[in-house]
């Protein structure tokens, strides 16, 4: 259980964070920047809850919690050491990913394939959702650089291609099912 007494602790005054091994970096680091793109996706995931009915704001609840685990795996480093920590550290396991796809699958049976390009759009909760789409997808890009450099958790890097996926679909389904999609006219303004 974590408990915060006091939200401010100047600690990172002078540019400076800890990870979740204690290691103070810079509020720059790529590790920082990609828990913190994570931390913008949740964000977004809430922002898109307040246009959601019961089943689709209880997926987005469970995925904003997921996001918080992410953060967690992501804050920590060396992952080599983890049998070595004063506590078990908080990684993605492979279940979580695959509850997405599950849920992608169910999603994706209601919908009429594409035959266009869609523009994020149509119904506030849509573009909510392709808004989340967007910022898990800068998420999983930095995640993947993080990972050219250092340890990363692959389930961590595969729960993140997967989230995109899910805001897509999900995105489809808030708009009727597809149908209000808005499409791409390719050279439409020419």
Request: charged residues 25%; glycine residues 6%; aromatic residues 6%.
């Amino acid at each position: 259980m974590v408990v915060l007494n006091r939200i401010y602790t100047r600690t990172g005054d002078a540019g400076e964070t800890a990870l979740g091994n204690g290691t103070r970096v810079a509020k720059h680091a790529l590790r920082v920047t990609a828990y913190g793109t994570v931390d913008e996706v949740n964000a977004c995931a809430g922002m898109a809850r307040l246009h959601a009915e019961h089943e689709t704001d209880e997926a987005l609840a469970r995925i904003q919690n997921d996001l918080f685990d992410l953060g967690a795996d992501l804050c920590r480093p060396d992952m080599e050491k983890d049998t070595e920590a004063e506590y078990t550290p908080l990684r993605m396991v492979p279940s979580q990913t695959e509850r997405l796809e599950a849920e992608i699958d169910i999603m994706n049976e209601a919908l009429e394939p594409l035959r266009s390009f869609i523009l994020p759009g149509g119904s506030a909760l849509a573009a909510h959702l392709h808004l989340c789409r967007t910022v898990s997808r800068r998420a999983e890009r930095l995640t993947v650089e993080l990972a050219s450099v250092e340890s990363v958790n692959e389930a961590a890097i595969r729960y993140l291609n997967r989230l995109s996926d899910w805001f897509f679909v999900a995105a489809r389904m808030a708009n009727d099912g597809g149908k209000d999609d808005v499409l791409w006219v390719p050279g439409a303004n020419r």
